[in-house]
């Protein structure tokens, strides 16, 4: 089956796009799926907005992005990224207008990061009478301990299909907060909040190289499948334009947001915080060709999905 130029150029174009966020979220979905479908194992191919595209107007695609680590500087402080997995749904329309869908969980899922220095980093000194006091009892590697998760908040916005076949112009806006966890600023301690969020708008530096294969269904490798997966490995994305929103609920209602916002610098204006997402690994997964089954292509990916099911 022959793919028309504009699944081709959707389809390279959302993948590098979600290279560039690649960077910040965990693969840890307890799906597993077998052959060329094993990477989208969250892709929300479920959700009415997939269901619905009919494959002649609107073409439903699956990306993943994951990236092994990578970091993120908010004020005074570099905080770890680790290991992540992106997953959303995308449903491209005419005109070069998309709707991103997230999947259940939220798009992004990342593994905890320690923070350099823990709470002595993050607090630490201080003439505070009282910070000076928690200061001192800070020899405890437990006690001083702190671990940061970047967490998906909302579901993404502003995704430009063609921005990711280019550098330098920003390809989606990813709204997440960071998670700060530690026995004294206990477990409700963020950076961001779902009504106030770190909005990351990356932007790719370098082009990431490309192949591309079809397979069955079922996720079986196919030359003449009726499912194409393009990947894009080796990216390098970067964002300095995010404002970061001072920190929420740290220590006993909230007693240690102003002695974590003093010594990290938060809130941090735009242009003073950045995010450097290195050697994103990204997959898209789409119909060949869509037209094919409208108007049921939407339906006929998510049987597809289903079936790989391991």
Same mark, same amino acid.
């Given at each position: 089956m022959r793919t028309s130029n504009r699944v081709r150029v959707g389809l390279l174009a959302s993948f590098t796009a979600l290279a560039a966020v690649a960077s910040i979220g965990s693969a840890t979905a307890a799906t597993q799926l077998n052959g060329d479908w094993a990477p989208f194992s969250r892709c929300p191919v479920d959700d009415p907005a997939m269901l619905a595209a009919d494959g002649a107007t609107?073409?439903?695609?699956?990306?993943?992005?994951? !990236?092994?680590?990578? =970091?993120? +500087?908010? /004020?005074?402080?570099?905080?770890?990224?680790?290991?992540?997995?992106?997953?959303?749904?995308?449903?491209?329309?005419?005109?070069?207008? !998309?709707?991103?869908? =997230?999947? +259940?969980? /939220?798009?992004l899922v990342a593994d905890s990061a320690k923070v350099p220095g823990g709470l002595l980093g993050l607090m630490c000194p201080s003439d505070v009478p009282v910070i000076t006091g928690i200061c001192?009892?800070?020899?405890?590697v437990k006690l001083n301990r702190v671990t940061a998760t970047i967490e998906s908040v909302n579901t993404p916005t502003g995704f430009q299909l063609l921005a990711g076949?280019?550098?330098?112009?920003?390809?989606?806006?990813?709204?997440?907060?960071?998670?700060?966890?530690?026995?004294?600023?206990?477990?409700?301690?963020?950076?961001?909040?779902?009504?106030?969020?770190?909005?990351?708008?990356?932007?790719?530096?370098?082009?990431?190289?490309?192949?591309s294969e079809n397979f069955a269904g079922d996720g079986t490798p196919d030359p003449n499948g009726p499912m194409s997966r393009l990947s894009l490995q080796g990216a390098t994305?970067?964002?300095?334009?995010?404002?970061?929103?001072?920190t929420n609920g740290c220590g006993l209602l909230g007693s240690l947001n102003w002695a974590v916002n003093l010594k990290t610098g938060l809130p941090s204006a735009a242009g003073k915080n950045s995010v450097t997402l290195d050697n994103a690994q990204t997959d898209v997964a789409a119909m060949s060709a869509?037209?094919?089954?409208?108007?049921?292509?939407?339906?006929?990916?998510?049987?597809?999905?289903?079936?790989?099911?391991?």
């Open positions: 609107d073409i439903a695609i699956c990306v993943t992005s994951h !990236s092994a680590s990578g =970091s993120i +500087k908010l /004020g005074n402080t570099v905080v770890p990224v680790g290991a992540s997995d992106l997953q959303i749904g995308v449903v491209n329309h005419p005109g070069a207008v !998309s709707t991103v869908v =997230s999947p +259940k969980g /939220g798009a001192n009892t800070l020899t405890d076949a280019t550098t330098g112009k920003p390809i989606i806006t990813l709204p997440v907060r960071i998670h700060l966890e530690n026995p004294l600023l206990g477990d409700k301690c963020y950076i961001g909040s779902s009504s106030d969020p770190i909005l990351l708008k990356p932007q790719n530096l370098t082009q990431p190289a490309v192949t994305q970067t964002d300095t334009t995010y404002a970061v929103p001072g869509p037209g094919d089954i409208a108007p049921n292509a939407g339906k006929v990916m998510s049987q597809y999905w289903h079936s790989a099911v391991r």
